[in-house]
């Protein structure tokens, strides 16, 4: 399985921006579908957004179209995930994940977390 360690959770205001980057270990990077999860107190886990294995094609949750955005550059073996205009119901504490179809259930390896806290 592949390594994950995220980076680049805070705390912000209504309205900022955050980037959050997930490293890869290991030379198969390319091979894996690559997503980002979030899970808010109370709340069930949440499919943030997803990408492909090229970065050609990509999914975004209702909640966050037009103001997340995903990428990922092969050769860094890194994945970003750019959140914009970010409300107070973005808190939560999110994971990079990485697996082998776009599908929820499709990813199975998974980073530690970072913390996302977004004050109103």
């Known amino acids: 399985q592949v390594q994950l360690v995220e980076s680049g959770g805070g705390l912000v205001q209504a309205g900022g921006s955050l980037r959050l980057s997930c490293a890869a270990s290991g030379r198969t990077f390319g091979s894996y579908y690559m997503g980002w999860f979030r899970r808010a107190p109370g709340k069930e886990r949440e499919f943030v957004s997803g990408v492909d294995r090229s970065g050609g094609f990509t999914y975004y949750a209702d909640s966050v179209k037009g103001r997340f955005t995903i990428s990922r550059d092969n050769n860094k073996n890194t994945v970003y995930l750019q959140m914009n205009s970010l409300k107070p119901e973005d808190t939560a504490v999110y994971y990079c994940?990485?697996?082998?179809?776009?599908?929820?259930?499709?990813?199975?390896?998974w980073g530690q977390g970072t913390q996302v806290t977004v004050s109103s």
């Open positions: 994940a990485a697996g082998w179809t776009m599908t929820p259930l499709g990813f199975d390896s």
